[in-house]
């Protein structure tokens, strides 16, 4: 049996501001294994970002255990919490959050060149990736000559330049409009089934329930159902 | 992640805000043009006030007897003046080597009689490089050679002398042994230095023809002017020299002999570094001011770089690299803007006779100012005006490159 991509194992997360104590996570279990399409959802407030920032090694837990492919989270140092979101997670926001002075292709390939990929090979992927998103023609576009869409498509591109072992997608269809949203976890789909990447989400948009294969609902910090899928949408 | 892209994205980011950037440039190549021609003015006053200084006095480093400084009388001399000279002349800074004798003597006419200093000179060996009143003959002619006729007189001493060209002129002095001496000599000149209290008590005389009066051999005088191109560089000639000449000549440089000048000039430069500093602690402001809004500006965008993958030290190199531009672009504005200003007052210079005319007597310790204002920086000052500002500007980004590197990538974000 493979090792799992992601574990968390009895997570709590306790944010403390002033003399105020709010419990997000309230013991999670939760174990995703590669190339699993899942969405973790819930009201606001469940604790479904927390989750995903704990698992995208941003935050650390209170207690409990959170693995990322078997390894440990909670004893790296700084610097290997960034080696391993550079090489292991690919983040889509909400927001998109692409770096506004790089262009599409500069954003896609910004995180391979952190990598240190050579030119010719971060060249060759990156074209293709934006062909995959559907954006051939538009590489030397600015985010800001971008629609809201185009940006989440390049937000997908860069999230899977470097090869991750997971892309974690906050509400990623939550700023664009219905047509765009299909269009975008369509991506994400054929991404999935085609190159096997790991998609974990975190919503409360339908439609990306009805792509997921698998969905986690989260209530009050702990995970209250699971639910796989023949296949989504 | 190279250092080729960092800078690209370093430039891209800088002009995001181009208005603030263009103002920030503007304000450190205003702070560097304030720095150069403030310090250009004060360097070309003092070098030039040194100068005159050691044209009016007796040199950038003077040869004379230990006891002529606390006691300049005619009997306090140095000898054998032609191996002085020659030993002063072996060292490459030394432009030209002169004996001078000075002193008090009382001058009189049919008209009246007065107190005055006497500077004694080698027409044939001074040029206007080393004497300064040669430039300041009004009436008459200079002397023409060391033992040429004739009295030259400061153009207020000669009026209230009431002498003309050709008026006898009688002068009594203290010989070698302390005995008076007196000599009449015809008014060959008037001359001007351009201090009153200068011209109201100066006598010139031949110094062949004191040396006559005075009972002094052909190589004997009180004083040997030593000059040099540069006369910052006194101490360390005078220094070559003291390991030369014999003990009983002692070797002083022109603020050694002239303290009150060396006090004068500490005090200038002690205001103009405080006024630089201000400027540079300015401008370093309103750099890190610049900065510190950029980066707080850009918190969530530095979050989600974390979130990506860059490491705080990438972080900080790129916000460094903004600074570091920012500093190469305010030094080559400050240059751009500064070129010809600077051009201009150090070949032309700013004619400041009306100034002068209405602020009256300017001298300092007899040393007067000319009326045309010209600059000139010393190379090393100019230096450190470019190191400064490249400094101060690459510091005034350092705290706000820590920032971008400690972002808190989910409080930035603001996932949570």
Not at chain 1, 49 to 61: R, Y
Not at chain 2, 24 to 43: E, K, N, P, R
Not at chain 2, 139 to 165: C, K, Q, V
Not at chain 2, 382 to 405: E, L, N, R, Y
Request: a negative charge.
């Amino acid at each position: 049996m493979a090792t799992p991509i992601v574990q968390l194992q009895n997570v709590t997360k306790v944010f403390t501001s002033g003399d105020v104590e709010t419990q997000a996570l309230r013991g999670l279990d939760l174990t995703v294994e590669p190339g699993e399409f899942v969405a973790i959802w819930g009201p606001s407030g469940s604790g479904k970002t927390t989750a995903l920032n704990l698992i995208g090694a941003l935050d650390t837990p209170t207690s409990g255990s959170v693995k990322l492919e078997g390894e440990p989270l909670e004893d790296k140092s700084r610097k290997a919490l960034s080696q391993l979101r550079r090489d292991r997670i690919g983040f889509v926001f909400q927001a998109y959050n692409l770096i506004p002075v790089l262009t599409a292709y500069e954003n896609a390939e910004s995180v391979m060149a952190l990598q240190g990929v050579p030119l010719a090979e971060r060249k060759a992927k990156v074209m293709a990736l934006l062909k995959a998103v559907g954006l051939e023609g538009m590489e030397d576009r600015r985010p800001n000559q971008l629609s809201g869409g185009q940006q989440q498509r390049v937000a997908i591109a860069r999230a899977i330049a470097s090869g991750p072992a997971v892309v974690l997608a906050d509400e990623p269809t939550a700023n664009v409009d219905s047509a765009t949203a299909e269009t975008l976890l369509g991506i994400m789909r054929t991404l999935n089934e085609e190159q096997g990447v790991t998609f974990i989400f975190s919503t409360h948009d339908p439609r990306v329930m009805k792509y997921a294969r698998r969905l986690v609902g989260v209530v009050d910090g702990k995970v209250a159902s699971d639910e796989r899928k023949e296949s989504g949408a | 992640m190279t250092p080729g892209m960092i800078l690209a994205m370093a430039w891209r980011n800088l002009w995001r805000q181009r208005r603030r950037t263009l103002l920030t440039l503007a304000s450190i190549a205003f702070g560097g043009f304030m720095a150069v021609l403030m310090t250009a003015m004060q360097d070309r006053s003092f070098a030039d006030f040194i100068d005159t200084a050691a044209k009016l006095g007796a040199g950038h480093v003077t040869l004379q007897h230990p006891e002529y400084q606390d006691r300049p009388t005619l009997t306090n001399t140095v000898t054998g003046t032609d191996v002085l000279r020659s030993a002063a002349e072996g060292d490459e800074r030394v432009v030209r080597v002169v004996d001078r004798a000075s002193g008090q003597t009382m001058v009189t006419t049919a008209s009246d009689s007065f107190g005055a200093f006497f500077v004694a000179y080698d027409p044939a060996l001074e040029t206007a490089e080393t004497f300064e009143y040669t430039d300041g003959l009004i009436e008459g002619e200079l002397f023409t050679g060391a033992d040429s006729d004739g009295i030259i007189l400061g153009r207020i001493l000669a009026r209230n002398l009431g002498a003309e060209l050709g008026d006898k002129v009688v002068y009594t002095m203290t010989d070698r042994t302390g005995e008076i001496v007196t000599s009449m000599e015809r008014v060959r000149g008037i001359v001007s230095s351009g201090a009153p209290s200068v011209d109201a008590a100066l006598v010139l005389l031949p110094i062949g023809t004191l040396r006559s009066v005075v009972g002094y051999d052909r190589a004997e005088t009180t004083q040997v002017a030593v000059f040099l191109d540069d006369g910052r560089k006194s101490q360390a000639a005078a220094e070559r020299l003291r390991g030369q000449v014999p003990s009983e000549v002692a070797v002083l440089t022109w603020d050694e002999i002239q303290p009150e000048i060396r006090a004068f000039v500490a005090m200038k430069i002690g205001g103009g570094r405080v006024f630089e500093i201000i400027i540079g602690v300015l401008v370093a402001a309103g750099i890190f001011n610049t900065m510190f809004m950029s980066v707080m500006e850009r918190t969530r965008e530095f979050g989600i770089m974390m979130a990506i993958g860059y490491t705080p030290r990438q972080l900080f190199a790129l916000v460094m690299a903004e600074s570091s531009l920012l500093a190469a672009m305010g030094l080559t504005a400050s240059i751009a803007i500064t070129a010809w200003p600077y051009y201009a007052l150090s070949s032309k210079g700013l004619d400041m006779s009306e100034v002068y005319a209405q602020a009256g007597q300017v001298e300092i310790s007899g040393v007067g100012f000319d009326s045309t204002l010209h600059i000139g920086i010393f190379p090393e000052n100019a230096i450190a005006i470019g190191v400064a500002i490249v400094v101060a500007t690459i510091a005034a980004g350092i705290w706000p490159a820590f920032k971008a590197g400690r972002v808190d990538p989910v409080a930035s974000i603001n996932l949570v």
